[in-house]
């Protein structure tokens, strides 16, 4: 099935270091979500994006909604190591109200 | 007070048996969904159901068959369990907004049922 192109698909990171992922697709989405994974749970909802350009924060994660409708970005400041995990990008297209198109993930792991 | 909720968390079986996994959520939720995760992480939407009404049923072998009783439980029962069906199969669910607004699909998840076929 369709799917988005989602990239890095891992990071090292020092703590303390920004981090930076995204997610990009040849189609336009109505709604853009970021979750989290943590290891041995479900995928947890950080951000929702909704309008073209919108620029959404939620503590140390920020996140937008590309202009053209078809990216979005995730950025998360100062890493802790409560931030390891896996983040899924997932795009809603238009037309459906219960579809969701996601992304293969980003891996961050943070070095010792 | 776990919104969405899977049971069994582990599931150790051996090849070609049959197997339920259940879910309930307690959110008000109208529409509930499978995922197949696999090990490299991509997370494959199997069904979704709607006020008990199958809506999206992707290419899934027949030996996979969900059931809605009521709109908060949707339960996934395996036939002749093969050893490629072993994964991380999560439950989620959904209140889409609709009526004149964009519809806005955010799913919440259930922690994932680990199953492994011997």
């Known amino acids: 099935g369709q799917q988005l192109n989602q990239s890095p698909q891992s990071m090292f990171i020092q703590e303390g270091e920004d981090v930076s992922m995204n997610c990009t697709s040849s189609?336009?989405?109505?709604?853009w979500l970021w979750y989290k994974q943590d290891p041995g749970e479900g995928p947890v909802l950080l951000i929702a994006?909704?309008?073209a350009g919108e620029l959404t924060s939620n503590g140390r994660l920020t996140a937008q909604f590309g202009i053209t409708r078809k990216d979005s970005f995730l950025n998360i400041s100062a890493s802790i190591p409560s931030d390891v995990g896996i983040y899924f990008c997932?795009?809603?297209?238009?037309?459906?109200?219960?579809?969701?198109?996601w992304g293969a993930g980003t891996k961050l792991i943070i070095k010792p | 007070d776990t919104a969405v909720s899977q049971t069994p968390k582990y599931l150790v079986t051996q090849m070609g048996n049959d197997k339920s996994i259940k879910c309930e959520q307690n959110?008000?939720?109208?529409?509930m969904y499978w995922y197949k995760q696999d090990s490299k992480k991509f997370l494959k939407i199997m069904f979704s159901?709607?006020?008990?009404?199958?809506?999206i049923n992707e290419t899934v072998p027949n030996r996979f068959s969900p059931k809605s009783p009521d709109k908060a439980h949707l339960n996934l029962h395996i036939n002749s369990l093969e050893l490629g069906d072993s994964a991380v199969y999560f439950c989620?669910?959904?209140?889409?907004?609709?009526?004149?607004?964009?519809?806005?699909?955010?799913?919440?998840f259930g922690a994932g049922t680990r199953l492994s076929v011997l």
């Open positions: 159901y709607n006020n008990k009404e199958l809506i």
């Open positions: 997932a795009g809603q297209p238009p037309g459906s109200n219960y579809q969701l198109i």
């Open positions: 994006l909704y309008k």
């Open positions: 989620a669910s959904s209140h889409p907004v609709s009526g004149g607004r964009l519809a806005k699909n955010i799913q919440y």
């Open positions: 189609s336009i989405f109505n709604t």
């Open positions: 959110l008000g939720h109208d529409t």
